[in-house]
Every structure is written in structure tokens, then in C-alpha cells.
């Protein structure tokens, strides 16, 4: 049995799932939610959060791949959930589109023509059209929106069951960028023909959702949130703790002031101080983070975060390894530490946010890189609520 677990709760899922619900209800905003479940559902177990999403009233979810969303019709097969396609379909995968209800989004006018050229022989039709208004990745250019909305014979060849766009700066709310592509969204919206004015439209992610309904519209993609991440930069999380990563010590020793913890020797300890070694690394999906521990250049009093110990907090020192962490666990009853305790390392007293910010990248890295170690056999998964 690996040392390290995460523990998923589906439960508090739900809950976050019902904060952007309430968040819609105060606002009198009847714009719907979809879940957005690609990366695995972001390393939570897509084909679980999917299932229980759906028994919550979900309908409409979000993935990258096409096989994502075969994985994800296994466990709804229903006809009622819609799977939408980020990526689109890409030559030879259309087949797999049809026999799983997959629908593509059409990010330009080669995809659209090679969809209608499919649609014509197979009688499916289904699709979701993006727009670019700024966020310069995926989608249509204004100039090419327009001229497939003076195209009569392409549209009419499609079922298009959403048109939408994508906010960049949606995390950061003031951020002027916000106003522009909504405008610049807007504008194309206006020159939609008759076929097109009825089609649904989605603009918001988490963050786009919270900033108010004027980025709504009808359909909400949320992500980050339902995970327990903070949507903003710098604002409170409103959502629960989804993911918990907990590991055991498997030594605790003493050392004298002025010895080193770790690779590159970058630690030194001020005083006499005992030593918990962890059974996690960066191999199991903990961010080593960009503290240069073989550069030399680092101040040697540096501290990488925390964990949480019996409720207490003691910080992580040295260089992150491979398989395992180092803690300063001096100032904490050594009754409490010993080999075997279960220590926190993301969870109720360490937000997926303060971990990301230790190894200088997003909540969003932390839980898919921690996820994906779950596949092999070095980190267990359980769930509460399923």
C-alpha cells in the first residue's frame, strides 16, 4: 500500500457546484451551468465527478480530447447530457464522435467545412461554434464569422447548439480586457443571421461567472471552482477544499546547528532541530517549485511551504526530492511526530492556492500534475461520496 493518498470529497464538490448555483439565484441570473471535466476532471477522476455532477442536474459538460469524452459517455449514456468537444474533431475522428453523441467545437472554416462535408453523409450534425475575441488560442476571427455567417449553405448544414467565446483576463476582475471582449463579442453577435439568433451563447468560466451577468449569457463554463481553487488572483476563495494529499513520516531525526537538509546543502539549521523526512516527492506529483536547489544562489534560511501536522502548521525545508520532502518539525510536540504519523500536505489548513503559490504556478498544475500520479502505484486515490 503506497504512503501517500489523496482523498477526493464529491460531497464538497456538490457544494461548490451549489455556491455558483445560489451565486446565479441572487443575481437572478438564469444562466445555466456546465462542468467543465477535461485533464481527467482536473486529476479529481472525470468518469466520478461526471456521475455525480449528472445526479446533481448537470447536463451539459466540457472536455478537451474526443476520448475524453468517450470515457465520459460510459458512465451517462443518456441523450439528455451533452458533451462538448474543445479541441473539435480532428480528421478520423468523426466516426467516434457520432457512435459517442460527441459534440465538436468548430474553431475555424476548415473545421466547419470538414464537419459539413462529414454531416451530409452521416445525418449528424451537432456542433458548437468559437469565436475569437481576444484571447488569440482557439476560435473564428471576426472576418471569418462573418463570412460564414453570409454562407447560407454551411450553417444550414449544421445543428450549431452554442456559439462562444473565451474571457483571459477573467481572473483578475477590473482588468479592461474583461469589457473589451465582451464588446468585441457583442459586435459579432449582432451580425448573427436569422439560423443563428436562437443558438445559446456562453462567454463565462468560473471567475466570468462570479464577475457579474453581464459575461452570462445562457451557458456558464465552470472549472477551477467546483475543485475547490480560487477563480481570482487575489481575491477570497469562496469554494471548499475538494482534494486532500496526505503522506506518512518515514524518519524523524536530530540534527546540530549548522548542518545541511537536502540537495545543494541550501538549508541550514539555526539551532538544534529534529528532521521529519516524508514520503512524497516530486515523482508523486509534488511541485518541486523554482527554488534552484543545486544553483548555490539560494538564501540558506529559505522555507518552501508548509505542511500540517495534528492541526499545526511546520514548514518545509530544503530542496524537494524525487520521493521525498524534509520538515522542520522542532517546534511541534514530539509526541505528535514520530514514523507512521499522516501528515498534510493540500487539504483543509493548506489550499491547493498556497501550494501554487510556494512552486510559483497555478492551482490549476497542482491538482492535474497530482492527479495524474494516482493512474500508477506510488499515490492512492479514495473518495468520500461517491
Not at 31 to 41: F, T
Not at 322 to 340: A, F, P, Q, R
Amino acid at each position: 500500500m503506497p504512503s501517500t493518498c489523496l482523498t477526493i470529497n464529491l460531497d464538497h464538490l456538490v457544494e461548490n457546484w451549489r455556491v455558483f448555483d445560489q451565486k446565479c439565484q441572487d443575481l437572478k441570473s438564469d444562466v445555466l451551468l456546465g462542468a467543465v471535466i477535461k485533464a481527467n476532471a482536473y486529476g479529481m477522476g472525470a468518469q466520478k465527478v461526471a456521475r455525480r455532477l449528472w445526479q446533481e442536474g448537470c447536463r451539459t459538460f466540457f472536455v478537451a480530447h474526443a476520448c475524453e469524452g468517450v470515457m465520459i459517455r460510459k458512465v451517462i449514456p443518456s441523450k439528455e447530457a451533452q458533451i462538448i468537444v474543445f479541441h473539435g474533431v480532428r480528421p478520423g475522428q468523426e466516426r467516434q464522435f457520432t457512435a459517442h453523441s460527441l459534440t465538436p467545437i468548430l474553431n475555424s472554416l476548415e473545421d466547419i467545412e470538414r464537419w459539413v462535408a462529414f454531416a451530409n453523409k452521416s445525418g449528424y450534425r451537432a456542433a458548437v461554434l468559437q469565436v475569437e475575441t481576444g484571447m488569440n488560442r482557439l476560435g473564428l476571427s471576426s472576418a471569418q464569422f462573418q463570412e460564414l455567417c453570409s454562407a447560407p449553405p454551411l450553417l444550414d448544414a449544421l445543428d450549431v447548439r452554442l456559439i462562444m467565446s473565451h474571457l483571459s483576463c477573467a481572473d483578475t476582475p477590473q482588468d479592461l480586457k474583461n469589457k473589451q471582449q465582451k464588446e468585441a463579442f457583442d459586435h459579432l453577435m449582432n451580425l448573427r443571421p436569422p439560423s443563428l439568433i436562437d443558438v445559446p451563447l456562453s462567454m463565462a468560466n468560473s471567475a466570468g461567472l462570479l464577475n457579474g451577468t453581464d459575461y452570462h449569457y445562457d451557458l456558464a463554463r465552470i472549472g477551477i471552482g467546483l475543485y475547490g481553487g480560487n477563480p481570482y488572483r487575489a481575491l477570497e476563495n469562496p469554494f471548499k477544499s475538494v482534494l486532500t494529499l496526505e503522506t506518512e513520516i518515514i524518519q524523524v531525526k536530530s540534527i546540530k546547528a549548522g548542518e545541511s537538509v537536502s540537495y545543494g546543502a541550501n538549508w541550514k539549521a539555526k539551532r538544534t532541530s529534529r528532521i521529519a523526512t516524508a514520503a512524497i516527492g516530486y515523482g508523486d506529483g509534488f511541485l518541486r517549485g523554482p527554488h534552484g536547489a543545486h544553483s548555490g544562489q539560494e538564501d540558506c534560511n529559505q522555507e518552501h511551504g508548509r505542511v500540517a501536522i495534528a492541526g499545526q502548521y511546520a514548514p518545509i525545508i530544503g530542496a524537494v526530492t524525487m520521493d521525498l520532502t524534509m520538515i522542520d518539525v522542532t517546534d511541534i510536540d514530539e509526541t505528535l511526530v514520530k514514523e507512521g504519523t499522516i501528515i498534510e500536505l493540500i487539504g483543509p489548513h493548506i489550499s491547493i492556492d498556497e501550494v501554487a503559490k510556494r512552486t510559483s504556478t497555478i492551482g490549476y498544475e497542482v491538482l492535474t500534475n497530482i492527479g495524474r500520479q494516482c493512474e500508477g502505484e506510488r499515490v492512492t486515490r479514495k473518495y468520500i461520496g461517491d
